[in-house]
C-alpha cells in the first residue's frame, strides 16, 4: 500500500502548523463535493473560498500524521493537541465541519471557526466549534484599512454572505458576545468611521447589536442598526430575495441609526477594491496553483444612505394607479403590485398628451420592450422619441423606488400593532400576576365576565392558551352537547388572550395553514370554532400539534422564466389549539395530542346559566357588564407581561406516570406541560436563574411542589375521565339509568336483573330529548354495559343494566406520586437546592370549592415515608389495560393506586 504524503512539515514551528494544517483543509473542501454543495446551497461564492482559505475537516488528517510509535512522529500529535487541531485522545477536533480560518495581515492564521454539516447530531453536540481559549484576530482585516465604513456581522457564514453579494467591506463577531477587544482595538488603528450591525433579527441579535453599540458609541464610532425581517439572518434573507446584491443593499441602506441626536450626514461611499490576505506557503505535496493570489472585482458601496438620490418625480399614488406628469406629458401606471421581485418590472402603461394617448404592457427592465414602446408612443404622441426616453427613465426609477418600499413591506410579519400599556395597566397586571390566589382570582374574574361554574375547565383552558409561550404548548378540545356552552367556553378562554397572539376561525380547508406566513401562528392561540369546519385540515392540525411545524412542497410559476418550479413553504409553530364539537366520537389522533374537556351538562349547571342570565339584566349585571371590559383589560396585559422563560423541574425524576398503553407516552408529556405552564403563570412569583452553556445564556425559572398539587388535581380530572372508555355525557347516562333503575326496583319489590324498562319510559323519567338518548344508549348498548331484549307483541325493543355503578364521582389517574408521598420522598434524597420560590408559593388555588379550589394540606407532616408506586410496580398492580369488563361493581376507569391513595388520606 502506497504510503501518503505528510501535510505538514514536521519541523515547523506551532504557527507554521496551523497554517499547513488550514491548507490541507482547503485542498480537501476542494475535493468534496457534499461540502462545496453546501457552501453553493448557502450562496457563497466560489472565489470567497480560495481568498479566505475555506476548508473541510473530512477524518483524514490523522490517517497522514505519522504513528505515536514512529521515530519521525516527533510529538506531533501532541503539539497538535495542544493547538487545538486534535482532541484528547486523538480524534479532529472540527470532524466533519467547515472549515473558515481567520487569517491575521500577515497571512497567519490566528482562529479557527467549525460549523458542523452532519444534519443528524447526537443531543448535545454543539454545531459551532473554535479553537479552545479565547477568540484572537479579526476576520477579514484587510476591509478595515481600506474602508471607513464597515459592516459587523454576528457570524462568519453571514460575514461570507455579505463578501459574496460584493459588499467587500465586512468583518465579523464571534458570536452574540463575541465582539472581542481585537475587534474594537482594529477598528479604532484603522481609523473606521462607522460600523453597520447586521446582528440577526431575534431576541439575542438585538440584545447583542445593543451592546456591541453602546461600546463603539463610546469610542466615538457611529452605529447603524441592519434590520432584516424578524427572525432573519444575512444569509436567510439573502438566499430568500434575490439577487443578493440588490436585497441586501436594500437593508443596507435603510439601516437604523444607533445613536443619540440627529443621524449624522454621511460622505458617498466609494467603491474598493481589496486585496485577499496573503497565502502562506504551502508544503509542496499541497503545492496548487489554483490557490495563488487572484485580482478581484471592487468592492459594492455599504452606506445607509443611496449612493445616488431618487429620483424626485412628481407623483400620485392610489390603490390601483401611479400618475406621473413631465410637463404636458402624463403616464398612468397599473400593475405595479404585482411585482414582488427585483428581477421584474412588468407594468401597464399608459402616455397621453392633450387628447392623443398610448397604451401597452412591457417589462421597465427588457430593453426592446422599452425601445418598442418610445417608437410607437412617440409616432402616436407626436413627440421627440429622446423625450420619451428620458421620461420612460424617469419612471423607470421612481417606480424602482416604490417597489423597493413594497418589497420591504411585505416581507415584514403581518401582525397588528402592539398594543400600548401605560404605567397604571402595567402595575395592575403585575399586582395580578404577583397576587398569591392567581388562580382563584383568575377562576373568579371569569365568574364576573359571566361564566359560572366549569372550574376546572375554565383553569384547564387558560392555561392552555398561556402553554403558547412554551415551545411544546398543550392543545384543548372542548366537547359537548349542541347549545351546552361550549363556544362560551372557548370565547371566555380567548377573551383574556391579547388579540396580536390569537387567530380564530371558524373553518378551514385542507391546504390552508400550508400557506399561511412562516411566522403568523409562531407562539399563538389558534382556535376552531367547530372540529368539524376543520376536517379537511385535520392532519395539518395534529401534525403542527406535534411536530410544531409544517412543510409542503408546491408547484408554482417561476415569475422571471413562467416555467413551473417546486417551491416549498414552511409555518413555524409551536401553537396552542383549541377547538370545540358535538361530535360523541372524537377523532383518536386528536384525542392523543389534546386535552378533552367535557362541559356540564347538569341540571344545576343549567339552573346557574339561568340566573346569571337574570341577573344581567339587573342594575348589577349592567355594572358587571362594564366591569367586565375592565377585566378583559387586565389579564391581556397580564399576559402581555409573561415573558419566554425555560421551566426546569427539580423534581422531575420523582414524578410517576402509568405506563400501561402506548397512548399514556403522549399523556405523560401533557402532564408534564401541565406541571410547566403552571409555573410559567406563576414567574413572577419566583426567581429568575441564569444558566450559561458557551456563548448562549439560559434564564429560567423553577416548578414547586405546589404546581405539581395542582397539576395532579387538574390531571385526575381531566386526564382521568380522557382514559375512560366513556365519553363523559354517556358516563352521566349511566348514572341517570342506575339511579333510575334502583328508584324503579325499590318502588315495584324486584330485583335489578328482572327489571325491564323501554326508551320511552327512561326518556321521560330523565328529561333527556330522544336523539341525545339514542346516541349515548346505543354506545352503553356497544360496550354492554345494557343489554337490549325483544318482547310482546311486535317485538318492542326493552333493555335491562347489567352494570352497577357504585361510587364514581371521581375519575383518577392511577400511578401518579401523592404530593405528601412526594415530599417524603425528597426529605430522604438530596436533590439541588436552587428553586427559586418556596412551595407554597401557587397555594392560593387551594382553599376555595369546587373540583380546583379544595382545602390546603394545612400542617401536614413528611416526618414518616409514605409507601410510593413507580411506574415499574404498576405492571403488577394493573396488569390489563385501563378499562374493565363492564360487569360487577369494577370501575371502567383507572382509580387510584392503593398506596397512593392512603398516602393522600
Known amino acids: 500500500m502506497r504510503k501518503l504524503d505528510t501535510p505538514i512539515a514536521l519541523d515547523a514551528d506551532d504557527q507554521a502548523l496551523l497554517n499547513q494544517i488550514i491548507d490541507y483543509y482547503h485542498s480537501s473542501l476542494k475535493r468534496s463535493p457534499e461540502a462545496l454543495a453546501y457552501l453553493e446551497s448557502r450562496g457563497i461564492a466560489g472565489e470567497a473560498i480560495d481568498v479566505f482559505k475555506l476548508g473541510f475537516a473530512n477524518r483524514t488528517l490523522g490517517l497522514r500524521l505519522p504513528n505515536k510509535n514512529r521515530i519521525a512522529d516527533a510529538g506531533i500529535r501532541e503539539r497538535l493537541q495542544k493547538l487545538g487541531i486534535l482532541r484528547n485522545f486523538g480524534h479532529e477536533h472540527f470532524n466533519g465541519s467547515l472549515v473558515i480560518p481567520v487569517i491575521d495581515q500577515a497571512g497567519n492564521v490566528s ?49 461570507l454572505t455579505f463578501w459574496s453579494a460584493g459588499y467587500r467591506n465586512v468583518t465579523t463577531a464571534y458570536g452574540i458576545e463575541g465582539f472581542t477587544d481585537d475587534i474594537l482595538a482594529a477598528f479604532k488603528a484603522h481609523g473606521t468611521q462607522r460600523v453597520l450591525i447586521a446582528f440577526d433579527r431575534d431576541e439575542a441579535g438585538e440584545r447583542g447589536a445593543a451592546k456591541v453599540a453602546e461600546r463603539l458609541l463610546a469610542e466615538g464610532i457611529d452605529c447603524f442598526r441592519i434590520q432584516f425581517p424578524k427572525g432573519m439572518d444575512a444569509n436567510a434573507y439573502a438566499l430568500k430575495v434575490t439577487p443578493a446584491s440588490r436585497s441586501l443593499g436594500l437593508v443596507i441602506r435603510q439601516a437604523l441609526w444607533l445613536g443619540k441626536g440627529t443621524v449624522p450626514t454621511h460622505p458617498e461611499t466609494v467603491p474598493v477594491a481589496i486585496d485577499p490576505p496573503p497565502t502562506p506557503i504551502l508544503p509542496t505535496a499541497l503545492a496548487d496553483p489554483s490557490l495563488a493570489a487572484k485580482t478581484f472585482p471592487a468592492a459594492l458601496p455599504a452606506s445607509p444612505l443611496p449612493a445616488a438620490p431618487a429620483d424626485d418625480a412628481p407623483c400620485t399614488v392610489t390603490d390601483n394607479e401611479i400618475t406621473l406628469t413631465f410637463g404636458d406629458r402624463r403616464y398612468r401606471v397599473r400593475g405595479l403590485a404585482k411585482n414582488l421581485s427585483f428581477e421584474i418590472l412588468k407594468v401597464n ?9 398610448y397604451v401597452d404592457t412591457l417589462d ?21 422619441e429622446d423625450i420619451l426616453k428620458t421620461d420612460l427613465g424617469r419612471v423607470l426609477r421612481k417606480l424602482e423606488a416604490l417597489q423597493e418600499e413594497a418589497i420591504r413591506q411585505a416581507l415584514q410579519p403581518a401582525v397588528p400593532p402592539a398594543a400600548t400599556m401605560d404605567a397604571a395597566q402595567r402595575d395592575a397586571a403585575l399586582s395580578l400576576l404577583k397576587a398569591p390566589d392567581l388562580v382563584r382570582r383568575l377562576l373568579a374574574d371569569f365568574a364576573t365576565c359571566g361564566l359560572i361554574g366549569e372550574e376546572t375547565n375554565k383553569l384547564v383552558g387558560y392555561l392552555a392558551a398561556v402553554s403558547r409561550k412554551l415551545d411544546r404548548p398543550l392543545g384543548v378540545v372542548i366537547q359537548s352537547s349542541s347549545a351546552a356552552g361550549k363556544s362560551s367556553l372557548m370565547d371566555a378562554v380567548l377573551a383574556f388572550v391579547p388579540d396580536e397572539e390569537k387567530v380564530k376561525y371558524s373553518a378551514m380547508t385542507g391546504q390552508s395553514l400550508f400557506y399561511m406566513g412562516e411566522t403568523n401562528l409562531k407562539h399563538k392561540a389558534l382556535a376552531i370554532v367547530e372540529e ?8 395539518a392540525l395534529k401534525l403542527l400539534q406535534s411536530e410544531g411545524e409544517l412543510t409542503i412542497a408546491s408547484t408554482g410559476k417561476d415569475p422571471t422564466t413562467g416555467n413551473l418550479i417546486t417551491q416549498q413553504y414552511r409555518v413555524e409553530g409551536p401553537v396552542a389549539l383549541l377547538l370545540t364539537t358535538t361530535a360523541r366520537d372524537i377523532d383518536e389522533e386528536l384525542m392523543n395530542r389534546c386535552l378533552v374537556l367535557a362541559v356540564d351538562e347538569g341540571r344545576e349547571q343549567t339552573r346557574a346559566i339561568h340566573q346569571v342570565q337574570r341577573d344581567r339584566r339587573t342594575l348589577q349585571g349592567l355594572i358587571a357588564r362594564r366591569e367586565k371590559d375592565a377585566l378583559i383589560t387586565l389579564h391581556q396585559n397580564a399576559q402581555r407581561l409573561l415573558r419566554p422563560l425555560d421551566v426546569l423541574n427539580p423534581y422531575a ?27 410559567f403563570l406563576h414567574q413572577h412569583q419566583r426567581d429568575v436563574k441564569t444558566a450559561q452553556r458557551g456563548e448562549q445564556v439560559i434564564e429560567y425559572i423553577e416548578v414547586t411542589l405546589a404546581d405539581i398539587e395542582l397539576a395532579n388535581r387538574i390531571a385526575h380530572d381531566v386526564l382521568g375521565r380522557s382514559l375512560d372508555e366513556l365519553p363523559p355525557q354517556t358516563r352521566r347516562l349511566l348514572k341517570l339509568i342506575d339511579g333510575y333503575v334502583v328508584a324503579e326496583c325499590t318502588r315495584q319489590s324486584v330485583k335489578r336483573s328482572d327489571f325491564r324498562f323501554s326508551r320511552r319510559a327512561l326518556r ?5 330529548g330522544d336523539t341525545q338518548l339514542r346516541v349515548h344508549l346505543e354506545r352503553l348498548v356497544d360496550l354492554e354495559y345494557v343489554l337490549v331484549y325483544r318482547e310482546g307483541p311486535g317485538g318492542k325493543y326493552v333493555y335491562v343494566l347489567a352494570y352497577e355503578v357504585g361510587d364514581e364521582s371521581r375519575a383518577q389517574v392511577a400511578g401518579l406520586i401523592d404530593i405528601a408521598a412526594l415530599e417524603a420522598l425528597i426529605s430522604t434524597t438530596t436533590i439541588p437546592k436552587s428553586r427559586g420560590s418556596t412551595p407554597e408559593v401557587a397555594g392560593g388555588v387551594r382553599g376555595g370549592s369546587g373540583p380546583v379550589a379544595v382545602g390546603s394540606r394545612g400542617n401536614e407532616s413528611a416526618v414518616t415515608p409514605h409507601p410510593v408506586r413507580v411506574s415499574g410496580d404498576l405492571s403488577n398492580a394493573m396488569p390489563e389495560t385501563h378499562c374493565s369488563r363492564p360487569t360487577g361493581k369494577s370501575r371502567s376507569y383507572p382509580q387510584a393506586v392503593p398506596a397512593l391513595a392512603a398516602a393522600s388520606a
Not at 402603461?349 to 394617448?357: M, V
Not at 368539524?532 to 392532519?539: F, H, N, P, Q, T
Not at 425524576?653 to 403522549?666: G, I, K, N, V
Open 111 to 159: 482562529e479557527v471557526y467549525g460549523r458542523r454539516l452532519l444534519k443528524t447530531l447526537h443531543a448535545g453536540t454543539p454545531r459551532h466549534l473554535y479553537l479552545p481559549g479565547p477568540h484572537k484576530g479579526v476576520w477579514n482585516i484587510a476591509a478595515l484599512g481600506v474602508a471607513p465604513e464597515i459592516i459587523l456581522c454576528e457570524a462568519l457564514i453571514d460575514a
Open 349 to 357: 402603461l399608459l402616455a397621453t398628451r392633450g387628447e392623443r394617448f
Open 364 to 384: 421597465l427592465y427588457a430593453a426592446k420592450q422599452r425601445q418598442s414602446y418610445t417608437t410607437h408612443a412617440a409616432i402616436e404622441l407626436q413627440v421627440a
Open 532 to 539: 368539524e369546519g376543520a376536517s379537511r385540515a385535520s392532519y
Open 653 to 679: 425524576q420523582f414524578l410517576t406516570f402509568p405506563d400501561q398503553t402506548t397512548r399514556l407516552r403522549r399523556d405523560h408529556e401533557k402532564y408534564l406541560t401541565l406541571i410547566d405552564t403552571i409555573a
Open 764 to 768: 321521560e323519567a330523565i328529561t333527556w
